[in-house]
């Protein structure tokens, strides 16, 4: 399995952003994925998650603003993230939860400025 996310870069505050990852191999549609993000000296952290079924998990920080979806039919999950801050800068990695191990794609980075 591989992952390939993109779609990150430069926003302002409040502006809105949309990152991608797609998945190689074909167990993508039966396995949950994620977003997690990390800020330089901080420690990665899980931004939200989406089930095989649909069913979505976010960090208190980013609920109302950021959506995880998937498109089983193309292999990929995107973030859509709105209403963007300062502290939402970071490298963003997606993962899948394969059945025996984890799977980490390359990361995008996200910068939004003041």
């Known amino acids: 399995v591989q992952l390939q996310a993109s779609g990150g870069g430069l926003v302002q505050t409040g502006g809105s952003l949309r990152v991608s990852c797609a998945a190689s191999?074909?167990?993508?549609?039966?396995?949950?994925m994620g977003w997690y993000r990390q800020a330089p000296g901080k420690q990665r952290e899980l931004v939200a998650t989406?089930?095989?079924?649909?069913?979505?998990n976010y960090a208190d920080s980013v609920k109302g603003r950021f959506t995880i979806s998937r498109d089983n039919a193309k292999n990929t999950v995107h973030l859509q993230m709105n209403s963007l801050k300062p502290e939402d800068t970071a490298v963003y990695y997606c993962?899948?939860?394969?059945?025996?191990?984890?799977?980490w794609g390359q990361g995008t980075l996200v910068t939004v400025s003041s």
């Open positions: 191999g074909n167990i993508f549609s039966i396995r949950p």
């Open positions: 993962k899948m939860d394969g059945r025996v191990r984890a799977y």
């Open positions: 989406i089930t095989s079924g649909d069913r979505t």
